[in-house]
């Protein structure tokens, strides 16, 4: 039994020190690039290439090598700390982009819906807030609804895990908007002091 302890505590002990140099090394690389938390996100190097090595225009055609390369496009757009580093919402509040809602039609607007969604988790994280103006400024209801989230109160399970799976928010955030690795953009409303123990004693 002695000889087993003394073989394993060693092992233990290595085991110990590379799993904190491992943590160590990921909150360096998180705290250098935002995007590094999430790996649903390319990584920089590979971020907005150019038409032609996207992947999803066709190199082959003429019309491909025409297109604006996203990172020259992007240079004049308000910037943040993560994703293709562009301020979408600050973009489009300061009119430097123009989406387009309709494909026939260039005078459709969009239905926007001001309303806000107050999401109370447990622990001492901030509260999520789910802005809908921000959302329905760029998309449609039908992208969300019902397929995603069921427009229903207590009607959606979302945690985490499923996020980083893709699934719920994760659908968007980590691939096309900002990564998950932003915790506040989302836990946003501080909790009142005082608040949880109230809702334990009231129960």
Not at 79 to 88: C, E, L, M, P
Not at 182 to 195: F, N, W
Request: charged letters at 20%; glycine letters at 6%; one cysteine or more.
């Amino acid at each position: 039994m002695n000889i087993r302890c003394a073989m394993i505590r060693p092992l233990c002990a290595g085991l110990a020190l590379g799993l904190a140099v491992l943590g160590v090394a990921m909150q360096a690389a998180s705290a250098a690039d935002p995007n590094a938390f999430n790996r649903l996100m390319a990584p920089k190097s590979s971020r907005n290439p150019p038409p032609m090595e996207d992947g999803i225009h066709d190199p082959d055609s003429p019309g491909t090598v025409s297109l604006q390369a996203p990172r020259l496009a992007f240079d004049v757009l308000p910037k943040t700390n993560s994703g293709n580093y562009v301020d979408w919402v600050k973009s489009l509040d300061d009119k430097k982009v123009a989406p387009r809602y309709d494909r026939v039609d260039p005078d459709v607007q969009p239905v926007l819906m001001d309303l806000n969604i107050v999401r109370e988790v447990k622990g001492s994280m901030p509260n999520v807030v789910y802005p809908h103006k921000q959302h329905t400024e760029w998309l449609d209801c039908s992208n969300c609804h019902p397929a995603i989230f069921i427009p229903q109160k207590g009607a959606n399970q979302i945690s985490m895990a499923a996020i980083l799976l893709g699934e719920k928010c994760g659908v968007c955030h980590g691939k096309v908007a900002f990564p998950v690795a932003e915790c506040r953009r989302c836990h946003s409303q501080p909790k009142t002091p005082g608040a949880a123990k109230q809702a334990a004693t009231a129960q």
